[in-house]
């Protein structure tokens, strides 16, 4: 499975998404669910006022019909008998309570019988046309006239009617009284206001009067008479908020009008106050969260920076930090790291530098005896040559031979020792160039070809190592190739973050059972006296490969050549600490 | 991963949606329509139920979407019954872009804002204004009442031929006198034409201070055998209630004017028998004005009267002209108008000529029992 690396940035900003969104979702269901509520407070609390003045209403009705009431006991009970005496009764009602306009008495078919004020032309008219006449004698209960257009006044009026005994009681009230009443409990004007109708939803008490006097009907009558509750709709071009309650003794309504805009400013206010609050939280958020990613991250390409630095050896490079506390703890012990990695390194470079005196010492102490040996063996040869016989004198060059792998068998050692403690100087190699130089150096013989595949890479490595592990091994091939016109075929695969080369040769092969050998030091498949072998080479090759990362394979068998692969990586990895 | 062609994606989707929602897709503007009547006083209910039967049409027509997708708003004035209130507020609705003016209903505010609707160029179409003299004009006046001479020449004939009234006395109103003189003028021409006697003639100012009494009183003595009572229904109401107590046997008699509501019920038993001629008959079986009589019961509480129908047909008549004009442009909006010539009425359909005067049928009707009734048919 191919892991994806994300970058932190991107990581960061996705995070702050994925937590805003939740928010804002939470934030605006949360705000609706609030106004909503809030709204309805206020539908409420505007029934709750409209129920109020209905009851307001209600018992400023319930005077006239008192009075009426007592008109009616008065009559009804014979207390007033006289005509006189019930005329000036019915004047002195009219005197002293101006709700009236005026108070009739009408007779079981509908005829004035008496009016205050009085009008003799009034007296004997019919009125049982009137609904308040059919209705209260129909029901025989009092009943509240729908506004109606009086025939003394001209003006629109209403009528309460109580059923007497013999015929009926008819006032007529003054509707700028109601309205006077109205008056006093008013709230506003055009937004907020309140309204009085007649069962049939003729206005009779608004602020402005002219819909009083036009009978203006804008209702709904069925909405109206049934349900008392706050409706929301469009009234003379304005979204009003329109709340209605009962007046139960008359089957008025009480309407209160308020502007919506009005109404919910206060609901608005705070969704906006809200709305703006988030706005504002949310910047805040995002900018403080910018300026912490910007520092993180900072801190991130400081700290990349550091470990770049000693990675290319430079330890001196001190990180300081007043940053978040994981960093300073982090860059502390970076610090601390380097540090130790510096001492380290100190200490390994003085012991691979007393390794390497040691090794050269050595060697050179190893290969002085080993001279000397070599020389007394040339001069007693030469002393002794008059005698020295033949079996003898090769024994001397066997000597001189086995002296020579002595001191190869030596720098075989030296060179081991010094891979991988050499530093690495990382250069362009530019592979098939560098074979090609390679193949002339080795200086084969014109017979022997080396062929090399096309798409050989460029790129920047430890060119030294790369040239002397194809070196050795090419030089391996021929040495132990079994004919002069052998072939070597040298190709490569790219394979991502390395490079698989491929030596390849024709020659007698090596069997399976050698293939671990081959690659231990010393270790030779022949007999020095058969080849001359210090056994170091290919161990060589597996160690320049493997300090690099790389790994190497044989595929042989017996008679059928020889095939090395080995990888060899494309980064350039600091690898030795010491100077050659 | 959210990149960021993405983020400015959304955010592009966003914003388009955002002005979509608030600019709440394309909102046609209203068509505006004045209606203009005399909505207080005395004589008021005419055109207080010739309005209700406008809002009825305005309602139904808003509820369907519109003229042309434009819904109707109604800008309702009260000329009081006064030509220099009907002046000022013709030219409030002619400055508000009203696109026609329904009103006014009475003779007496017509002929006193018609030069201006002329010189404005403003179409009015008047629901029950009857007046004769402006028959056959060109000009932008409509109406959908026929001219008040078939009404007078009808009760006249009538009251010769059917009820054998010989002699009469008249007594009319002197506020509306525009229509009043001219309606008993025509009706004394018929009447004298077929042999009848005028013995009394009065005149009377709709109101308090009139002495209804006193000129009852006259007419009661005049010996006349038929009294014609050219006012409006509370007026002529108040007559026959003074006739009532006179005790006068003479048949009454009285114009469209005063077929309202307040005619019965200010003039309850007075007003048994009294004849009118009307072209609109409150019992008609008809599905289609059953249905209006049952939305403007439920809606105002009370039966519609003929100025509430004829109101409900001039908006109707209107609202098709204007959708077939496609503009508001006056003169294109009569023409239409004229074109169609007839129209559906709730009760009968009825023509409309080049003048823009009406054609109806009328019929006699009376007063039985508290209800109007048809008596013959013409």
């Known amino acids: 499975m191919i892991k994806i690396n994300y970058k932190l940035s991107n990581v960061l900003k996705t995070n702050f998404i994925l937590i805003l969104i939740p928010i804002f979702i939470i934030s605006f269901v949360t705000l609706q669910i609030l106004e909503v509520y809030a709204k309805r407070v206020i539908l409420d609390k505007n029934v709750l006022l409209a129920k109020s003045v209905a009851y307001q209403v209600e018992t400023f009705l319930d005077h006239p019909l008192s009075i009426l009431r007592q008109l009616e006991v008065i009559i009804s009970e014979k207390q007033l008998v006289d005509e006189q005496e019930i005329r000036s009764y019915l004047e002195a009602t009219i005197d002293n309570y101006k709700i009236f306009e005026s108070i009739q008495i009408l007779d079981t078919k509908g005829e004035i019988k008496y009016v205050a004020p009085f009008n003799q032309n009034i007296i004997g008219l019919d009125m049982s046309g009137q609904e308040f006449f059919q209705q209260t004698i129909k029901h025989n209960q009092t009943f509240w006239s729908p506004s109606f257009i009086s025939l003394q006044t001209s003006q629109p009026t209403v009528t309460i009617t109580m059923p007497l005994k013999k015929g009926i009681a008819v006032a007529y009230l003054n509707l700028a009284k109601l309205n006077d009443f109205n008056n006093r409990i008013h709230i506003g004007k055009e937004n907020f206001f309140i309204a009085i109708t007649d069962q049939k939803g003729n206005f009779i008490s608004h602020y402005n009067k002219e819909k009083v006097y036009q009978r203006d009907n804008k209702n709904n009558l069925n909405k109206l008479n049934y349900n008392e509750d706050t409706y929301q709709t469009n009234y003379e071009g304005k979204d009003m908020l329109i709340s209605t309650a009962h007046v139960e003794n008359s089957s008025w309504r009480v309407i209160i009008y308020q502007s919506k805009d009005e109404a919910f400013a206060p609901v608005y206010q705070v969704r906006d106050i809200f709305i703006a609050g988030l706005i504002i939280s949310l910047t805040i958020a995002l900018i403080l969260s910018t300026i912490s990613a910007k520092e993180i991250l900072l801190s991130f390409k400081n700290l990349t920076r550091k470990t770049k630095e000693i990675a290319t050896g430079n330890y001196n490079f001190n990180l300081k930090y007043d940053s978040y506390k994981e960093f300073n703890d982090l860059a502390e012990s970076i610090n601390t790291m380097s540090e130790n990695i510096k001492l380290r390194e100190k200490a390994l470079m003085e012991t691979n530098k007393e390794l390497e005196q040691f090794a050269y010492v050595a060697s050179h102490d190893l290969k002085a005896p080993l001279r000397g040996i070599a020389n007394l063996s040339e001069w007693i040869e030469e002393d002794i040559r008059d005698v020295l016989q033949d079996e003898s004198r090769s024994m001397m060059d066997l000597l001189r031979g086995r002296v020579r792998r002595m001191e190869a068998l030596i720098d075989g050692i030296l060179q081991y020792s010094r891979v991988g403690r050499t530093r690495v100087e990382y250069q362009v190699a530019d592979v098939e160039a560098m074979l090609r130089d390679l193949i002339d150096d080795l200086d084969l013989p014109r017979e022997f070809t080396v062929i090399i595949e096309s798409g050989m890479p460029t790129f920047n490595t430890d060119r030294t190592r790369l040239m002397q592990v194809f070196s050795n091994l090419i030089s391996n091939a021929f040495k132990h190739h079994n004919r002069t016109d052998g072939t070597v075929t040298i190709s490569v695969k790219d394979c991502g973050e390395f490079y698989e080369f491929v030596v390849t040769d024709d020659g007698p092969g090596i069997a399976p059972e050698y293939h671990a050998k081959v690659f231990e030091i010393f270790q030779t498949l022949q007999p020095r006296d058969k080849m001359e072998s210090t056994g170091v080479g290919l161990a060589i090759v597996k160690k320049i490969i493997e300090n690099q990362g790389g790994t190497i394979r044989l595929d042989s068998q017996e008679g059928q050549g020889v095939k090395f692969s080995f990888t060899w990586s494309k980064r350039n990895q600091i690898r030795i600490i010491n100077k050659a | ?378």
Not at chain 2, 79 to 103: F, H
Not at chain 2, 191 to 211: E, M
Not at chain 2, 351 to 373: E, H, L
Request: aromatic residues 8%.
């Open chain 2, 1 to 378: 991963m959210v990149s960021k062609k993405h983020l400015y994606f959304i955010f592009f989707v966003f914003s388009i949606f955002l002005f979509i929602s608030l600019t709440g897709c394309t909102k046609k503007e209203p068509i505006k329509i004045g209606l203009v009547g005399n909505l207080t006083g005395r004589a008021s209910e005419l055109a207080v139920t010739g309005r209700n039967g406008a809002e009825l049409a305005v309602n139904k027509i808003n509820k369907a979407g519109g003229i042309n997708g434009h819904p109707v708003q109604l800008i309702i004035k009260d000329d009081k019954n006064d030509p220099a209130t009907a002046l000022r507020v013709d030219q409030e609705l002619i400055d508000e872009g009203v696109a026609a003016i329904i009103g006014h209903y009475t003779s007496k505010t017509v002929l006193g804002v018609l030069p201006l609707i002329n010189q404005e160029e403003m179409l009015m179409i008047s629901p029950t204004v009857s007046i004769n003299s402006i028959t056959g004009l060109d000009d932008n006046f409509i109406r959908v009442i026929a001219p008040d001479k078939i009404q007078s020449h009808l009760l006249a004939s009538n009251a010769m031929q059917q009820e054998n009234i010989k002699k009469i006395a008249i007594v009319y109103d002197l506020s509306n006198k525009e229509y009043t003189e001219e309606f008993y003028i025509n009706f004394i021409n018929q009447y004298i034409q077929q042999g009848g006697q005028v013995l009394l003639t009065r005149a009377f100012t709709s109101g308090s201070d009139s002495n209804y009494v006193e000129l009852a009183k006259e007419l009661k003595d005049s010996g006349a055998e038929g009294i014609l009572v050219v006012a409006n229904g509370m007026d002529t109401a108040l007559f026959c209630q003074h006739l009532r107590k006179l005790d006068s046997k003479a048949k009454v008699m009285t114009c469209m004017w005063a077929m309202t509501s307040d005619l019965m019920q200010n003039g309850g038993s007075a007003v048994e028998g009294i004849l009118m001629a009307s072209s609109y008959d409150k019992d008609q079986p008809n599905e289609v004005y059953t249905n209006f009589k049952k939305e403007y019961l439920k809606k105002y509480g009370t039966e519609p009267t003929y100025s509430s129908v004829y109101s409900y047909e001039a908006a109707q008549v209107l609202f098709k002209a204007i959708e077939k004009s496609n503009n508001l442009n006056t003169k294109t909006i009569k023409n239409k108008l004229l074109e169609i010539k007839e129209f559906p009425g709730l009760q009968n359909n009825f023509m409309i000529d080049q003048y823009g005067d009406a054609k109806r049928s009328y019929s006699v009707f009376t007063i039985k029992t508290g209800q109007f009734k048809r008596v013959i048919h013409d």
